[in-house]
């Protein structure tokens, strides 16, 4: 029998799931939800894969999987079918046949993250799991000063998890920016690829500069050294989204989810 390859766009608050990926303990993550509710309305087990696994807490406006299937369904039926089986923390929000060639994670050639920092004194009673809190005052400026060392081509081992399952550290930076919206920064990563923890270890570093802990220099310095120890510590997941996945134009795939923004 004939399979088709479906690919989906997928959005999430993370806070209450283990990350992206099935884990064998048995804890909540979004492929255990996905795949569940693929499978009721494909009427058959279904398995997908993601365009990146993101960590426990982190969320996604714009996670891109695909899974292959033998059951016939039209592209609303997917989305519609699989949203009634979803909790109310993920949603589906488009579907598209895809040829066999396809694959999302490595058919991607552009990521894109924004990091939400949260910057007064008290705590937010809002949103504290979908911001990182910071109540210290920030130097704005001299962090994205700092950031543009990063961009291009280079080996970010110093922004690496020790756990990192990729091949090598190289990766390329398109660009990356600092911006303040009265109460809240935005921090926007766009690369090729990322390795685990890359965007938050960044950050981390960031604001120790924002602190003036660091000369703005220090960024340059971490990136040349390639070694993780020396660089700051790892931001917290809350903060971190997941916001665009782009793809070669003939699959014609939605490339951008929902920018998320609170100032």
């Known amino acids: 029998m004939s399979s088709t390859r479906i690919a989906l766009g997928i959005e999430y608050n993370g806070s209450q799931f283990s990350g992206w990926q099935m884990q064998s303990h048995g804890t909540r ?94 705590r937010p009673g809002i949103h504290a799991s979908q911001v990182s809190w910071i109540y210290d005052e920030l130097d704005i400026d001299a962090m994205h000063e700092a950031a543009q060392a990063l961009i291009g081509k280079h080996d970010f081992s110093s922004f690496r998890s020790s756990v990192c399952q990729a091949k090598h550290a190289v990766r390329i930076m398109q660009s990356i920016s600092v911006v303040r919206e009265n109460e809240y920064i935005y921090i926007d990563v766009q690369a090729n690829a990322f390795l685990h923890h890359m965007v938050r270890n960044i950050v981390g570093s960031l604001l120790m500069i924002g602190r003036a802990e660091h000369k703005v220099g220090w960024m340059a310095e971490l990136l040349a050294g390639k070694d993780r120890t020396k660089a700051g510590p790892t931001a917290t997941a809350s903060g971190l989204y997941l916001v665009a996945v782009e793809y070669p134009p003939e699959y014609d795939l939605p490339s951008r989810g929902m920018l998320p923004h609170y100032g």
Request: charged share 25%; net charge positive; proline share 2%.
């Open 29 to 122: 993550t979004v492929q255990e939800k996905i795949e569940q509710a693929l499978s009721k309305v494909a009427d058959h087990p279904v398995r997908v894969v993601c365009a990146g696994r993101t960590d426990t807490g982190v969320h996604a406006t714009a996670q891109v999987a695909h899974f292959d299937t033998a059951s016939e369904r039209l592209a609303k039926a997917w989305v519609m079918g699989t949203n009634v089986h979803l909790p109310d923390d993920v949603s589906v929000v488009w579907a598209k046949s895809v040829d066999d060639e396809f694959s999302a994670r490595f058919s991607a050639f552009k990521r894109a993250y924004r990091y939400i920092i949260f910057n007064r004194k008290s």
